[in-house]
């Protein structure tokens, strides 16, 4: 591997959730709970509880150290949920997790400019096998990392670095996109550039700056 410098074109690596995949977690609580789904200060803190900010039990099943029914009987014993509910959450997580056109076109636009396309994704088993179903991961990415294959979470510094080795190339040759801080700070801790994903608009205004994707014609 050698690094081609911060000038030259980097592998352009996309997080999923919230990035390429729509990703509403009051919705996903929501259609677990349809009774409370009225009632945003539960679903709130449903939320809260259920997700625990992505650490805790949930961090564990991201991470791939825990199923689906380890998830739910730990969630049982911690906030009194039936396991059906917690069960219920992963296939609406799984409905929920759908390409968000403006970022799909503007992978395409990389693509089609010579650019590279990896994804590394903190992802539990059973949804990172539904995406790889449901879409053409291997169209869209030359490679990819799910947390739950190799058992590392963003943004655990030996995970960026795991990632660099499976694409081919330097820490400084990797570009990060994505929208949790934590995630951005600790891909430029490991070397990585990185771009904060708010929305499509946005990428693509600093995918222009870059010189990674040309400016749009008559200002339009």
């Known amino acids: 591997m050698g690094s081609r410098g911060v000038n030259a074109s980097p592998r352009f690596v996309f997080d999923f959730g919230a990035v390429l995949f729509r990703w509403r977690p009051s919705v996903v609580v929501a259609a677990a709970w349809p009774e409370q789904a009225e009632q945003p200060a539960w679903i709130e803190r449903a939320v809260r509880d259920c997700f625990q900010g992505y650490g805790g039990d949930w961090g564990l099943f991201d991470q791939g150290l825990i199923d689906v029914d380890t998830l739910a009987r730990r969630h049982e014993a911690r906030l009194g949920w039936p396991p ?115 929305d499509a608009p946005a990428l693509a205004v600093a995918l222009r700056a870059g010189g990674w994707l040309p400016q749009p014609k008559n200002g339009s």
């Open 84 to 198: 059906e509910r917690v069960h219920a959450v992963v296939a609406a997580a799984q409905q929920e997790l759908q390409p968000q056109a403006g970022v799909l076109a503007l992978m395409e636009a990389l693509q089609a400019a010579g650019h590279r396309l990896s994804y590394l994704s903190n992802m539990p088993a059973p949804l990172a096998r539904a995406l790889q179903l449901a879409h053409p991961l291997r169209d869209w990415f030359e490679s990819g990392v799910f947390s739950s294959d190799v058992r590392l979470c963003k943004p655990d510094p030996a995970l960026f670095g795991l990632a660099a080795r499976r694409f081919g190339e330097d820490p400084g040759d990797c570009l990060l996109i994505d929208d949790h801080p934590a995630n951005v700070a600790g891909a430029q801790a490991a070397g990585w550039r990185a771009i904060a994903f708010t």
